[in-house]
């Protein structure tokens, strides 16, 4: 039986890794978003080295987050590689510990780190990148009268016998805002006789708010007035559903966000979809350390085989590939939810149970 003091080494060992991991990602993540966004929004008037290295920071966590099952699986290998190196785990073993007992302080410290990720790093994630957004997009607004047909989110609504269709360059406030907003607003016939141009438009109760509106009525010319409105029966959280990203929706806020979409008969898979993840994402992170166990403990004085190692890579970029794909199945509700959150963990687990069974247990 492992005692106390060196499980906890074990564990500490595995901490400190994993640590220096994510702060040499999330450095050079840092580095590169700072350089593109740069280049990007470099010559737009206003634009400051200081502002490229705030909207960067403020968004990087929810890349950080993208990436943490990839940390646990690289941390847990370099864990393993190291106390092999050592000598380490062969005392161990010699002193009659089993691979299952020392690999327990390393799925614990996947464990935490999944929950440090879900608690901590994904609300700072998510308020981040949605005040990042609101950030570009008040240096980007007003750039460009056009709004992209194939990246911009479209609403249909239908209020006092006229059909409006709305358009934005960005959704920001949970999609209850919207960035360079555009309003075409059609008759009983189908035919077009407004369009409104706003820099913001605020989604209030039964109506859009406008502010700094270019009108067009017919072949007239564009009139400009501070403040205006369009009626809408739209509701925030039909709006929300339909226009906000899942990922700017802290973890703690998404239960009252699905309870109170399915309330207005809306599916919220989205939602659902992303709470689930979340939910999984602790015992991801252990099927990750269990994929890594698999390749990294064989004995050093065997040597650490790199076809092994780099089968162990390929082994967790596939288990994330199939994460995305099933996701992707479950948001569009061909799956449910808590499956599509839950199977690729499942099939992980099963996979390093059964085969550390096979190399340990015969």
Request: charged share 15%.
């Amino acid at each position: 039986m492992m005692g106390w003091t060196l499980g906890r080494y074990f564990l500490v060992r595995y901490a400190v890794i994993t640590t220096w991991f994510f702060i040499g990602i999330y450095a050079l993540i840092f580095i590169i978003d700072v350089t593109e966004f740069s280049s990007n929004v470099g010559g737009l008037p206003g634009f400051k080295f200081s502002i490229a290295m705030t909207v960067s920071a403020l968004r990087v966590p929810m890349i950080m987050q993208q990436t943490v099952p990839f940390v646990a699986l690289f941390s847990a290998m370099a864990t393993l590689v190291s106390l092999n190196r050592r000598y380490e785990l062969v005392i161990a073993r010699a002193a009659g510990i089993s691979a299952w007992q020392f690999l327990v302080p390393c799925c614990v410290g996947a464990l935490l780190f999944g929950l440090v990720t879900v608690g901590i790093l994904n609300p700072i994630a998510a308020y981040g990148f949605s005040h990042s957004e609101t950030i570009e997009s008040e240096l980007r607004s007003r750039q460009s009268n056009s709004v992209s047909a194939f990246s911009a989110p479209w609403l249909r609504q239908k209020a006092e016998g006229t059909e409006v269709i709305i358009g934005a360059r960005a959704v920001l406030n949970q999609g209850l805002e919207l960035s360079d907003a555009v309003f075409f607003i059609f008759d009983a016939n189908g035919d077009m006789v407004e369009r409104k141009d706003a820099e913001r438009a605020y989604l209030r109760d039964g109506h859009w708010e406008l502010v700094n509106v270019r009108s067009m009525k017919g072949s007239q010319n564009f009139t400009s007035q501070p403040v205006d409105q369009v009626p809408t029966n739209l509701k925030p959280e039909f709006v929300q559903e339909r226009l906000a990203r899942p990922e700017t929706i802290p973890f703690f806020e998404l239960p009252s966000k699905i309870e109170v979409a399915r309330s207005f008969g809306l599916r919220a898979n989205a939602f659902a979809m992303q709470f689930h993840s979340l939910v999984a994402l602790p015992f991801l992170l252990v099927a990750m350390t269990l994929i890594a166990a698999t390749v990294s403990m064989r004995f050093a004085r065997m040597g650490q085989s790199a076809t092994m190692i780099l089968g162990g890579v390929v082994a967790g970029f596939l288990l994330y590939v199939v994460s995305v794909l099933v996701k992707a199945f479950g948001n569009a509700g061909f799956v449910p939810t808590y499956i599509a959150a839950w199977f690729p963990v499942v099939v992980a687990m099963f996979f390093g149970v059964t085969f550390l069974l096979y190399k340990e247990d015969g």
